[in-house]
């Protein structure tokens, strides 16, 4: 199954379960994602390292083997 990704990508700030602060964003089209998990609770998310988010923020994300 594929899906056509948007043009723009949304940064995604924060984790939906714990609100823990997250480095990512969504793929734009032409990108591949990747299955991150949050630190504090576990919760599978998926994008990509969004490089203006502060590089501290990294270590709240844990990448997955899977998706
Ligand atoms: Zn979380």
Known sequence: MSKVAPETS???LACED???P???RTARRG???AAWECRS???RVHG???EDRPKK???NVR???QR
Do not use: K, M, N, Y
């Open 57 to 59: 923020l990294r270590r």
């Open 31 to 33: 990108e591949v994602d």
């Open 63 to 65: 990448r997955c083997s």
């Open 48 to 50: 990509v390292i969004a």
């Open 10 to 12: 949304e940064r995604i």
């Open 18 to 20: 714990c609100l823990l």
């Open 22 to 24: 997250l480095p990512l």
């Open 41 to 43: 609770c576990g919760a």
